[in-house]
């Protein structure tokens, strides 16, 4: 056994070491999920007894978008409200009250939305807006240095300028590492390009050098490889479809020996992991029983536990959170909401009360981003 794994157990054992109390008490550890609650009713959340409504610590979320103004159309149906579509533009005092309010003590802004850059088939295009999208952020969060900070938008469909783009935003305006929504369309819309591939090995050789996070992030699948989904949109996107998407994309940057290539890189997972930390026992148990392998070296767990960060963004559901801990361990689990898809509300509400541990409470709270980004 390496000492990897070795570390990994100690993390586990710490945890129901450390956590045992709190799920006992919420019912966990007693068999208090019996049979009649295995019928899961989404309306209910699971609390423990005295929920406090005061925010507890200072939270740190990274998974927290914008939009520059006018390309959100009303259409847009992952922000149905005409408050949502302003709520994302809003880089300033709404925004702030709204962290106030929920005990967020800062936030790392992300571009997202209908217009990613990564959907911009058009080289020349796609670089000149993730420009004008990061110098814009810059700007914004420069007014509220010591609650907003930025992500980089990067114009993957030519890697060595999103490597150029990646330092500058780095170096000249602070920002914290990159997110990236998902694969690129280049050269034509009809095309899907992932990050594994050859190309890009350059890209991640400056992103382990600048030693700062790529946050990898979900996107819709092309128009023509929804199959799978027809006749059932609800499917495709970020109630599935992201998940799926977006666990494949990891999935083939560790199977193609990026990070044998590059060990210290990171890259974070939002949604408590797109479901690889559920599943990631049996792709090694069946990659080890098959012929057909990945060129990576290690198996896919041992990745997924030392150059992967997981957040809670939109998955507020304390089962998930236990499962992703026991895992990789509370070091890798960092608090995320994803605003103003989801609400600070209802992840401070869920997060402040789930049933762990104080000591991985605050580590998934801010601790583990500090030390993540040097704060
Ligand atoms: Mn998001």
New binding site residues.
Partial sequence: MTKIHHQGEITRRGFFERSAGALATAGILTGGLDATEAVPDPGKKLESPTPDSTPKYGKIAL?E?FAVPGTVPDSYTSLPTPESRLQIQDLGSGRIAEMDRNGLELCIL?E?GPASIQTISNTSEAIARSRRSNDYLAEHIAKYPKRLKGFAALPMQDPQVAAQELTRCVKELGFCGALVNGFSQVGEADSAVFYDLPQYRPFWATVQQLDVPFYL??RFPLATRQQAYEGHAWIAGSAWGFAVETSIHALRLMGSGLFDEYPKLKVIL??LGEGLPFGIWRVDHRISRTSVRPKAKLPMAHYLRENFYITT??AFRTQALTNVIMEVGADRVLYSV?YP?EDMSEATAWFDNAPISEPDRLKIAQGNARQLFRL
């Fill in positions: 998974e978008h992300s997202s992030h979900p939002g949604h963004s939109g994803d898809y």
